[in-house]
């Protein structure tokens, strides 16, 4: 069981980033994908949450309007998009498999850095 994510990202500030997390050994479907970033020196910071066989999506407050969660059921990928980039966006963005509140299995994380 693994999730694998993306590779790291650099973006000017304003523009918009994809991180992809791809799951293997589970049925994608059975878990939600929630996803997690830490800025530097900062804790961890829940953006919220999609549950992969139906696409509902739940998103932290702060990120609402801001923040896409996507799923394709066909590749077993789930996707975060952020817009809007600006530094305090720069972070190691994790994806993360939940069942009944509990992180399962993390990805490697992606950093993304915004900077122009």
């Known amino acids: 069981v693994q999730l694998v994510q993306s590779g790291a990202e650099l973006r000017n500030p304003g523009a918009s980033v994809k991180v992809s997390c791809k799951a293997s050994?589970?049925?994608?479907?059975?878990?939600?994908i929630d996803w997690v970033r830490q800025a530097p020196g900062q804790g961890l910071e829940w953006m919220g949450r999609?549950?992969?066989?139906?696409?509902?999506?739940k998103y932290a407050q702060k990120f609402q309007g801001r923040v896409t969660f996507t799923a394709d059921t066909s590749t077993s990928t789930a996707y975060v998009e952020l817009s809007s980039l600006r530094s305090e966006d720069t972070a190691v963005y994790y994806c993360?498999?939940?069942?009944?509140?509990?992180?399962?299995?993390w990805g490697q994380g992606t950093l993304v850095t915004v900077s122009s």
């Open positions: 999609i549950d992969p066989e139906d696409g509902g999506t």
């Open positions: 993360a498999s939940e069942a009944m509140g509990y992180f399962e299995v």
């Open positions: 050994g589970y049925t994608f479907t059975s878990y939600y």
